[in-house]
């Protein structure tokens, strides 16, 4: 099997397989908020930004080829990424103590595992409703970080479509699909992939508070990289076999 | 009929002409809105209905393109160009003074709904500025206060457009320097005839003899680019794609709409060429919006030629040589001129920069091989394929051959568009368009900005270097600042230019730009300090690297330029040791004393200076 080095470490690889998809098979952590095992891929984020061979690229939409070598958990990367987190965290209002995902959200471990203490750019602040209509399901776009996972989960996995993406520049939003353009006459239910891949706390379930006890949440009880490796958002056993 | 219906009914026609393919939406979209002057939430709908795209889907497509109004705009409704070169020029202070006398803000509609004014990035005018579009159909030229304290009585009494005076609507062509692409004669199939005489792999030999190299700016071997479209496999039922990128976005570029006014034959017969030599039967043209009054002279020529068998089935009488021209109007996207942005564009979508590979070249257009090059691309492949590979090599410099056109602006008395060989000095170039260097009269010139927004902006003791790929590359912009000009405002006006044109994709670009603008509107208003600078510096830095595309990895260019060879111009806004915030604290209590009704000295903050 063809390999490349990842932080000095031989990864194996598959044919077809990214930087990424590679990595996370071999066990080793990019970090990442916007790629998930059974998703098509995006870039977006570009928290996975490596070094290949001296030239910087998104770990989710290179292509593995044998001999490259990849810098992954540099200083100079991860001080990147903290910058692109920090960016995320100022782009919307994320108020972490308020937050049901709180404790287990991406977007909050990355910021923990890349030593974020502060946002340290101007807060934008944004005014954005909050989607209530849905019986059973939040959507609170202040915490939207335009991953797409939703997008993309609605489309290839549920078949649905009940999200797209609109704007541009800043303005860039994320759009329900129903005549009311509310998410309560969407076709979204709580059980698709869509309502449960998002890894910040942007779709949650309603009626649900506080199940997870501050202090018992994922990364109050694993190291954050850790926490960071572990589970994909909307997790099912399914996964986990795709991931295999 | 109610407005409704008469709304349904064009919208019907436009979905029929078009077939509801969904990948021709955004020219649905585009021409639904020359009917409908907007697009209401009903319209997306019926779009939506037509092409079978779900409603959110086409509303994400329009509210992509700055040129798609998804609020209502006025009968009339005006767009500035904002070109830095523009503002230079006055186009601030005369939009400000159309809207006072409207008595709306930039942005706003009139009460009426007769006319709407707002802003858009350069529209390629910048020899004749200040410009504006009128309804993206139009342009209107040399703006001055006169004009628009006229224009304002005509827009206010709801005169159509058809009866303003014909020469504010004027274009000139400015062509300054012409060499052997400007100065050619109409091309009426003499390359055509010449590639036919030789055959496809010799005229790409021709091509490949030439070293003629891209002219968008990153200057890709046009020989190898066809080559490898044409060695790419093509889909079952699909064919090869030829596309020619006219959207001229660059602020500060205006060459291809000499180009296409001028020498619209050639652009077209290099497109054809290349088309022989790809085996390619489908050609698109992507005109930029701005541009959209070209449209119908371009139209005119594809006509012409297709009458006089230089394009369409059995071209010049070669049997399968089966190859047309279809244009595509953009709608207001700068990072459209990318390629892969383009395509997606192209195929009716939000214009985002795909991930490559494939490159285009393997899988573009709708799948298929597709070769995209520039306008200026097309003119010199179709002189080559006439006048041999050699001819071309003969010009320039070994590494940059042949001529490259610049649209020269900014402080100069001769702005218009030159033609030179590649190795001219940057001093040549200041001297012919009659900018103040060496012994020149009028203010001497500090600072050149080349290849546009995301180019190279040099300073005075740069002036001797070459344009050529191997020394200072360009897509052909070239904006002159003489010595009175601020070089921090110029900086922060592309940094306002980048923010408005991201498409928002990436975490870096649409956040960072944001920031960029931000930190600069900051400074700008006197609330800089050491701390602002070092923070520009660093998403610089993270800027270039991070990016989905070249988009936002050019997007701090003129920063990175600017504070290294203007500083001063940082500096003395940047005195401060410590952090100065970007508001005024005390202002911030105002609505708290509003309603407290307190406006004693305990109801403000301690007042500093």
Redesign the interface.
Known sequence: MSTFRLDGAEVPFEDGDTLMSAAVRAGVHVPHLCWHPRLG?S?????C?VRVSG??A?AC?T?AAPGLVVENRTPELDE?RR??VQ??F??GNHFCPGCEKSGDCRLQSAGYELGMTGPE??E?HPQRAVDASHPRLWLEFNRC??CKLCVRASHEVDGK?V??????????RL?????S?RLGDSALEPEDLAARVCPVGAILPKRRGFEVPIGARRVDVEDAAAAGAAAEPGRHPEDDDARS | MTESDSRAASVAQVLHRHGGRRDALVQILREVQEQTRWLPREVLAQVAAGVGLTPAKVEGVASFYRFFHLREVGRHHLLFSDNVTDRMTGSRHLARTLCRRLGIAPGQRTPDGLASVDFASCIGLGDQGPAALVNQQRALTRLDEPRVVQLADLLRAGEPMENWPAEWFEIDDHVRRADVLLGAPPMRGEALRATLARGADATLDEVAASRLRGRGGAGFATADKWRLARTAAVPEGGTRVVVCNADEGEPGTFKDRVLLRRHADAVFEGMTVAAHVLGAKRGLVYLRGEYRYLLDGLQGVLARRREAGLLGANTLGVAGFDFDIEIHVGAGAYVCGEESALIESLEGKRGTPRIRPPFPVQRGYLGQPTVVNNVETFVAAAHIATRGGAWWAGIGTPESTGTKLHSVSGDCARPGVYEYPFGVTLEEILHDCGAGHGSAPGRPVQAVQVGGASGLCLAEHEFGRRIAFEDVPTAGALMVFDAARDMFEVARSFAHFFAHESCGFCTPCRVGTELVRRRMDKIAEGHGSMFDGATLEALESLLHGTTHCGLGASATNALRDTLARFRPAYERRLQAPDFQPGFDLDAELEAARRVTGRDDPGAHLERHG
């Open positions: 891929q870039g977006a984020c570009r928290l930004t030239r910087l998104a939409t292509r990147r910058m692109l960016m995320l100022v782009e750019f101007d934008f970080i335009l479509d999200f797209a993406i609109g704007g541009h520049g800043i303005g860039t759009l329900v699909n129903s005549p353009g």
